[in-house]
């Protein structure tokens, strides 16, 4: 081999060591808050919430809270199709005015949501206005803000909050509405421009 052939591979070796190096000290200055960190985080979090709720399965004696858990648990893994029938099926088992029927209901709109069906996901919410007056209000607010309309969820949190001072419709979601609303600014405030 030439001494200029050697030369260059050994530029070539040393160049790409340094790279890997540099990449090693980012990624660690930056973790836990780089996308590796973020997405280790994220899988790990996926992961704890899989065995919990497996467990739960397993745990659960009666049939209608198992088969939320269940719903839940096909969530979670990515089946977001099981995930609507079962959370359809529970919800529809469940008395109308129950906590139990507005919990599968919620957890119904959020599916279709994470199935990228947000004509659904709103229609869920909306279904839930004539029982459901607050948490309706407050889901439908945090869809419009998850959509960049900070207008209509500010107006929706605002009517939520309203009701809640008159009936209590909130109930204890009222804290987290509150908190949303505040830290949404005022309602004349201009949203920030998107590129």
């Given at each position: 081999?030439?001494?200029?052939?050697?030369?260059?591979?050994?530029?070539?070796?040393?160049?790409?060591?340094?790279?890997?190096?540099?990449?090693?000290?980012?990624?660690?200055?930056?973790?836990p808050?780089?996308?590796?960190?973020?997405?280790?985080?994220?899988?790990?979090?996926?992961?704890?919430?899989?065995?919990?709720?497996?467990?739960?399965?397993?745990?659960?004696?009666?049939?209608?809270?198992?088969?939320?858990f269940?719903?839940?648990?096909?969530?979670?893994k990515?089946?977001?199709?099981?995930?609507?029938?079962?959370?359809?099926?529970?919800?529809?088992?469940?008395?109308?005015?129950?906590?139990?029927?507005?919990?599968?209901t919620?957890?119904?709109?959020?599916?279709?949501?994470?199935?990228?069906?947000?004509?659904?996901?709103?229609?869920?919410?909306?279904?839930?206005?004539?029982?459901y007056?607050?948490p309706?209000?407050?889901?439908?607010?945090?869809?419009?803000?998850?959509?960049?309309?900070?207008?209509?969820?500010?107006?929706?949190?605002?009517?939520?909050?309203?009701?809640?001072?008159?009936?209590?419709?909130?109930?204890?979601?009222?804290?987290?509405?509150?908190?949303?609303?505040?830290?949404?600014?005022?309602?004349n405030?201009?949203?920030?421009?998107?590129?």
């Amino acid at each position: 081999m030439r001494a200029s052939a050697k030369r260059s591979l050994v530029v070539g070796g040393f160049g790409a060591g340094f790279g890997l190096v540099a990449a090693a000290v980012m990624l660690y200055a930056t973790w836990p808050d780089n996308a590796v960190g973020v997405y280790l985080n994220e899988r790990r979090n996926r992961e704890a919430n899989i065995r919990a709720l497996e467990w739960r399965v397993t745990q659960e004696i009666e049939g209608a809270d198992r088969d939320f858990f269940r719903a839940w648990l096909a969530e979670e893994k990515g089946d977001l199709d099981e995930a609507i029938r079962g959370f359809q099926s529970v919800r529809d088992g469940a008395a109308p005015g129950t906590a139990f029927h507005l919990k599968t209901t919620l957890r119904l709109g959020l599916a279709y949501g994470n199935n990228r069906q947000p004509d659904e996901e709103l229609a869920v919410y909306q279904g839930l206005m004539a029982r459901y007056p607050g948490p309706s209000r407050l889901s439908q607010a945090m869809y419009r803000l998850r959509r960049g309309e900070k207008e209509e969820a500010l107006r929706l949190l605002d009517d939520a909050l309203a009701l809640d001072e008159r009936d209590g419709s909130l109930g204890t979601q009222r804290d987290f509405a509150l908190f949303l609303r505040a830290g949404l600014g005022s309602s004349n405030e201009k949203a920030p421009n998107r590129p």
